[in-house]
């Protein structure tokens, strides 16, 4: 079944777990960036603090970097089959479901135009919020093998969305999504993305979303501020 990327409803088409692997790009002691998709339910519950957690939010997922990636506000990470095909336009090549290091690999959800605060249904237990976008570091450029790739995925603004989860439970692969609740003030990921990056003149407007991770919140009214 092909779902419509306008609809609202959608699917997850992998669901992505990572184990602990060398990290050649950064001293962290590991990566769970290699995610590799899994055939049975997993669960999925809040990881606590970044440092101090359970760092991912799936159960038996490896996050490394601590200090950057995991915690609530990062608990899972979503990445959309259909910005993966704009990918792989992009790069001449196949890219698989996974490969960004993603959790939750979707169909028929258009995650470039998801706003900051979307809750979605996943199967009959999980509800996830969306947060904000990747920011890709060094790991991911490693991974990519891709001449500039840190600076092309952040000019792209099609950054995958990372989620904190309001209801735990399990997750199945081809699990129904539906987002059951949009925020009013329409502050879509892509949008905060490339004010965040690019134009930082206009930082003011990322405050209308309440869903923003609180640190960076924080740091953003601080900017703001002067």
């Known amino acids: 079944m092909t779902l419509s990327p306008s609809s609202g409803v959608g699917r997850l088409i992998s669901l992505n777990v990572g184990r602990s692997e060398p990290n050649p790009a950064k001293d962290t002691g590991g990566t769970g960036i290699g995610k590799r998709p899994v055939d049975h339910p997993v669960t999925v519950r809040r ?95 490693h991974r990519m093998a891709e001449p500039r790739w840190i600076k092309r995925f952040a000019a792209s603004n099609r950054t995958g969305a990372y989620l904190r989860i309001l209801q735990e439970g399990e997750v199945a692969p081809g699990a129904r999504i539906e987002v059951i609740e949009r925020p009013s003030h329409g502050l879509t990921i892509a949008e905060a993305f490339d004010i965040y990056m690019h134009n930082t003149q206009h930082l003011s407007r990322l405050l209308v979303a309440d869903a923003l991770p609180p640190q960076m919140r924080a740091d953003i009214e601080k900017r703001v501020a002067g």
């Not at 101090?52 to 996050?63: A, M, P």
């Not at 704009?86 to 698989?96: F, I, K, N, T, V």
């Not at 993603?102 to 135009?113: I, K, Q, V, W």
């Not at 998801?114 to 920011?135: H, K, M, N, P, S």
């Open 47 to 141: 990881p606590g603090p970044k440092r101090t957690g359970l760092h991912s939010g799936v159960v038996g997922d490896f996050i490394g970097d601590i200090q950057h990636h995991g915690g609530d506000d990062q608990a899972l990470y979503a990445y959309a089959v259909e910005d993966y095909a704009w990918w792989s336009a992009e790069l001449s090549r196949d890219l698989a479901p996974g490969l960004f290091g993603e959790n939750l690999t979707t169909e028929g959800l258009d995650l470039y135009n998801a706003v900051i605060g979307d809750r979605w249904q996943v199967g009959d237990q999980v509800v996830l919020e969306t947060t904000f976008g990747r920011i890709p570091c060094s790991t991911f450029q």
